[in-house]
């Protein structure tokens, strides 16, 4: 049961999943894609120092571009042989914090390019990442101002929420002669141990028609305490102090602030926003999102040693997505981030300074992937035992697990006052609301409704 399965990696960019599931000892990446040359390159400095296996074929192109017989040729791989197909579509087009264009933006075509080579390659199991946004995402976007609640015609099919996902979901059951099951979970990567607070869908595919389960969290707010429904005592959620307090230098690649941003950054205490200022100091520092709706709780953010990072991006130094060091008036450097996503120290990233944050900004935390990665290894483990049999014939609904992923975060402001988080013994009335809902079970095919 200690076999190592052969892993081919699509849109590679750091490896933060790759590196994971290599952390299981159950993974070997033989092949990986990607299209950004300074991502292969990093790629390929590791491999160099002896990070990555030397017989690793690392592919420079466009996947869309990319045929699946090409790819064959310059890797000699043949279908069946791959064990697991990884890869997280860049998934823009479908996150919730942006315009969302369906698959009218030529983006959304790359869900299809990954489905391409699940049929091509034909794994035994594949795991595909994005963002939470993907599984309410429409094929054809209707404006706000255009749908029903604005008096507008009924939504057309293919304009429904979550008709991207279903629709893939059908395709993969079109495959000839062998079909795909597969099971979407929505998840927090700081409930399973990771410093940060990162949602992510995981799509686990299998051609042998196994139903697959991911584990409950194991790291919670109840800092290790039963609670009062019985569920397993959590470890505590890991923090910024876990993942960045001992380093004495943060390195010198630092994507920062402006100095007009630093004077007022510099006026805000840890853990606490925007709501921290004078109110003339917002009014002047935020303009008119100032009078916008929502919390905004990114702008002026200075985050805290006492509680997990909040989500990376790929540029810190916005103001109003800012990743202020608690104790220093400066962006998180690049170093800093690579330990938030559990990159190893001497991991290598390559390429100019915006290059190098979008790199690690967007991969997928190391502790996630070691996560999916054993219970790859599991699956993997039973089919074999089985002897790779088709167990159920009779294709099962497609399942969508909510697993605790989103986690209600504290106020920031509550009746009238301002509540702010401060590092050291006085911050005990502050905290995370407990999360309503740990696990929902529905049938893909509800996603719509």
Known sequence: MNKRYKVVSLFSGALGLDLGMHN??????????????????????????????RDLSIIEADL?????????????????????????????????????KGVEDPRGTLLWDYLRFVEALKPKFFL??????????????????????????PLEEDECPGSVIRMFAQDLQKIKDEPYHMDCFEVNAVNYGAPQLRERALFIGN????????????????????????????KPWATLQDAIGDLEEAGKVIMDFSPRKKSFLSLVPPGSNWRSLPV????????KAWYAKGGRSGWWRRLTMDLPSPTLVTMP?????????????????????????????NWDICGGTAEQYAQVGNAVPVRLGEVAGKVLA??????????????????????TVYIQAHVRTRH?????????????NNNAFVKYDRTKTCRKTKSMMEIMK
């Open 128 to 153: 595909m990442e994005n963002v939470r946004g993907l599984l309410s995402a429409a094929l054809r976007h209707r404006p706000i101002a255009k749908r029903p609640n604005k008096w507008g015609a």
């Open 317 to 345: 130094n916005y103001a109003g997505t800012s990743l202020c060091h608690p104790t220093e008036t400066r962006a998180l450097s690049l170093r800093e981030y690579a330990r938030i996503q559990g990159f190893p120290d």
């Open 64 to 100: 869309a571009q990319l045929t699946s017989k090409d790819f064959m040729a310059r890797t000699a791989i043949q279908p069946g042989e791959i064990d697991v197909l990884v890869g997280g579509p860049p998934c823009q087009t479908f996150s919730t914090a942006g315009r969302r």
């Open 280 to 287: 003339e100091v917002q009014k002047e520092s935020m303009g």
């Open 412 to 424: 920031w402001f509550k009746n009238g006052e301002t509540l702010v988080w401060s590092d050291g």
């Open 378 to 399: 599991d699956e993997l483990d039973k089919a074999r035992a089985r002897g790779w049999k088709v167990q159920n014939k009779a294709l099962k609904p497609f399942r």
């Open 207 to 234: 051609r042998f028609g196994h139903e697959v389960n991911f584990p409950d969290p194991t790291h919670g707010q109840n800092n290790g305490k039963p609670d009062l429904f019985a569920r397993p005592s959590l």
């Open 24 to 53: 299981t000892g159950r993974f070997e990446l033989v092949a990986c894609v990607e299209l950004v040359p300074a991502f292969c390159e990093t790629i390929r400095m590791n491999q160099a120092a002896g990070r990555l296996p």
